[in-house]
């Protein structure tokens, strides 16, 4: 009971110290929403951009080069053999995909307009993972479609911008000559800035339309199955290509793998940013919360001194009084955590369903309901409330008190104001009584007639004359 009502005193039933006390809950409760809102969206951001740097990393480009060594074989170049052989060969748990490249340029047509000279790539469906790239529009073609050699294509957004007035609902709709070879455009690419005219198609139609039917190919890529498999896929498909190239010293390697394994500690590093920034806002946030509900709760206890001190002088441990102004600061840094997690949860949720459509930093990872956030945040404000009700509870217990003089100082303090005895106004001797006078007068007439019928005797009446009241028996001898 006595913890409650240390509570409710903090609260205040003065308009001073509750607009204080709704102060403070309004920063611990605002602080923690901000916490939460901002570790949600640092994490959906971490999860966008590792998603984005797995692709980026997690893949191998394969391409050949002139052997280091003098006297060593002439380099062979890589052809469909090598696919095969990785296809066939790769572990799968370190390389979830193969893909081979080719490319040349062609002039692209559509009715009177042509674009020339575009980068026009033949390759297999990981080709867009492969790149980092986007659809904008459309769909990718299928393995079916790379097997059975279908005429399709997806084309770049200048292609679309200069074929097609920048219309992407007529490109989809509409065929482009890709040389003197029609093919039906089924999507549209999303533009990096760089070659925005590049022309997609399987690679097994490049060849059977536009390149011949060569078993060179440009390049290879892999793609890893994560971060922590790729210097082993590094060695695996080396080796794989080391056999098929009769490879038997490093310097006799006909091909080059080009990897990005020195750039993963860094971006996990730059990755885990985000999150180390959403703690120590929580932590500079409700820092400066302890300003304000210690000075509350140093407020309260200044208040309250001389209840303190009766306590005190009753028998209350000193220990009690401490406990109980912590459990009251500490009540209320809570109730504020609790208002903050309500918002912040809320603030998460609109943000899942807004920044998507903002930004396309968010495409990968959407900004999740951070819960160890939430537990650091509500943690944190438990011990503010600890730490801010520290030296208000030790001044409190300390406070000076005597057993007899503080009893006796509340007594006083507590004891009924007396009210003042209404004063009688005396009556004139010639007029008319005056107003408390006649108010009276009523009242002792029915007392003395109250007395006389409890004695037995009979009520006075009135002389002949008016003048004085007189007894029977009285008036019985007067006649006589």
Do not use: C
């Amino acid at each position: 009971m006595r913890l409650m009502e240390s509570f409710f005193a903090a609260l205040g039933r003065r308009g001073s110290r509750r607009l204080r006390a709704v102060l403070v809950l309004a920063h611990i409760a605002i602080s923690v929403a901000l916490v939460i809102v901002v570790a949600g969206m640092a994490q959906g951001l971490g999860d966008s951009m590792n998603n984005s740097i797995n692709s980026f990393v997690g893949s191998l480009s394969i391409a050949p080069k002139v052997p280091s060594q003098q006297g060593s074989n002439a380099p062979r170049g890589l052809k469909d053999s090598d696919v095969k052989a990785l296809e066939d060969n790769v572990d799968p748990a370190l390389v979830k995909q193969i893909v081979p490249v080719v490319n040349g340029r062609a002039v692209v047509r559509s009715g009177s307009r042509s674009y020339g000279s575009s980068n026009v790539v033949g390759s297999s469906s990981g080709y867009l993972q492969l790149k980092l790239m986007q659809l904008q529009a459309g769909s990718m073609f299928t393995d079916e479609q790379y097997a059975m050699k279908a005429r399709v294509a997806l084309i770049g957004p200048k292609l679309v911008d200069y074929l097609f007035d920048g219309d992407t609902d007529l490109a989809l709709r509409s065929s482009v000559l890709v040389g003197f070879q029609r093919f039906d455009v089924i999507g549209v690419l999303g533009g990096d800035g760089e070659d925005d005219a590049t022309v997609l198609v399987p690679m097994t139609s490049s060849r059977a339309y536009l390149y011949g039917g060569v078993n060179n190919v440009v390049a290879i890529g892999a793609l890893v199955t994560n971060l922590d498999s790729l210097s082993a896929a590094t060695a695996d498909v080396q080796a794989i290509l080391d056999r098929a190239h009769f490879v038997k010293e490093p310097d006799e390697r006909d091909f080059s793998i080009t990897s990005y394994t020195y750039l993963i500690p860094f971006m996990r590093g730059f990755i885990s940013l985000p999150r180390w920034f959403a703690a120590g806002a929580t932590i500079a946030l409700l820092f400066i919360g302890i300003f304000g509900l210690a000075n509350l709760m140093l407020i309260t206890v200044t208040e309250r001194q001389s209840r303190i001190r009766y306590r005190r002088a009753t028998g209350v441990h000193s220990g009690a009084i401490v406990g109980e102004v912590l459990f009251g600061s500490t009540v209320i840094a809570a109730l504020g955590a609790v208002i903050g997690i309500v918002l912040g949860v809320g603030g998460v949720l609109l943000a899942r369903a807004v920044l998507p459509s903002l930004s396309a930093l968010y495409a990968l990872g959407l900004p999740p309901v951070p819960v160890e956030a939430i537990v650091l945040a509500f943690s944190a404000s438990l011990l503010v409330g600890l730490v801010a009700g520290a030296y208000p509870a030790i001044r409190a217990a300390r406070a000076p008190w005597d057993s007899d003089s503080t009893i006796a100082e509340l007594a006083v303090a507590t004891a009924p104001v007396p009210v003042p005895a209404q004063r009688r106004r005396p009556t004139s001797p010639d007029g008319p009584a005056r107003d408390g006078a006649a108010r009276e007068s009523p009242a002792r007439e029915s007392s003395a007639r109250d007395g006389s019928a409890r004695d037995g005797s009979a009520p006075e009446a009135p002389s002949r004359d008016g003048s004085a009241p007189f007894r029977d028996g009285a008036a019985t001898h007067a006649r006589g």
